[in-house]
């Protein structure tokens, strides 16, 4: 199984709702990300667990939050956001994250709409 | 220094042509220079990369070149194909870190008929 499963694929909230995207990997690999990826822009790394613990927050509002449950399980809280934080939220993994082979795995993404 | 740029911003060629791609980088800490293809509604995907101890690298119909000393690399797409109608990043990281992964900003390919 080399696929990164998200839920769901499409989303749209009010900036009162609070949500939340899902993320799921059955690779036996340690390292997991949200990346938010805008029309026609390359992915913009926004965290990165290793082992389950965060590792990186790329100054990300604190309106977006992330959660590992455990190993193969992602998922990013998301509360009070604006209009301009629609977007497509992509979950990825990796063997590790440093060192690593070098290879994301990325899930089909979940749009995000905000109204 | 962080920054890959990526040229052309789109292209577009007919079925059987030659799809190039450029990306130039000005880290020299760099040594991993992986492409990733993205089809619309669907996430990135490793595509081939290529280490800096080599010059070339081919898989397929896909090549990347490597100028170490020019700080650039490319991507070939022989034979082009409707079905290799996508976007393509380059990116870069300094050993394989893929916590520390630079994007370029895209080129979105379209193969005619």
């Known amino acids: 199984d080399t696929e990164v499963t998200q839920t769901p694929k499409h989303l749209v909230m009010g900036m009162t709702n609070k949500k939340s995207l899902k993320c799921e990997q059955h690779?036996?690999?340690?390292?997991m990300y949200w990346y938010k990826q805008k029309a026609k822009k390359p992915p913009e790394l926004m965290f990165v667990?290793?082992?389950?613990?965060?590792?990186i927050n790329e100054s990300v509002p604190s309106r977006f939050s992330p959660e590992c449950p455990n190993s193969s399980l992602l998922n990013l809280h998301l509360h009070a956001l604006q209009p301009e934080d629609s977007a497509l939220y992509l979950c990825a993994s990796s063997q590790a994250a440093t060192p690593n082979t070098g290879e994301l795995f990325f899930g089909e993404g979940s749009r995000l709409t905000v109204l | 220094q962080q920054q890959v740029k990526q040229s052309p911003q789109s292209l577009i060629v007919q079925k059987g042509g030659i799809s190039i791609i450029n990306c130039a980088y000005e880290n020299t800490a760099f040594d991993y220079f992986p492409w990733y293809q993205q089809f619309p509604g669907k996430g990135p995907a490793l595509l081939i990369a290529?280490?800096?101890?080599?010059s070339e690298k081919k898989e397929g119909r896909f090549t990347i070149s490597f100028n170490k000393s020019a700080k650039q690399f490319s991507l070939h797409i022989m034979d082009s194909q409707p079905g290799d109608s996508a976007t393509y990043f380059c990116a870069a990281s300094r050993g394989r870190n893929t916590d520390k992964l630079i994007f370029g900003t895209g080129t979105r390919l379209q193969v005619f008929p």
């Open positions: 690779m036996g690999h340690r390292a």
């Open positions: 290529i280490r800096p101890d080599v």
């Open positions: 667990y290793s082992y389950e613990k965060l590792s």
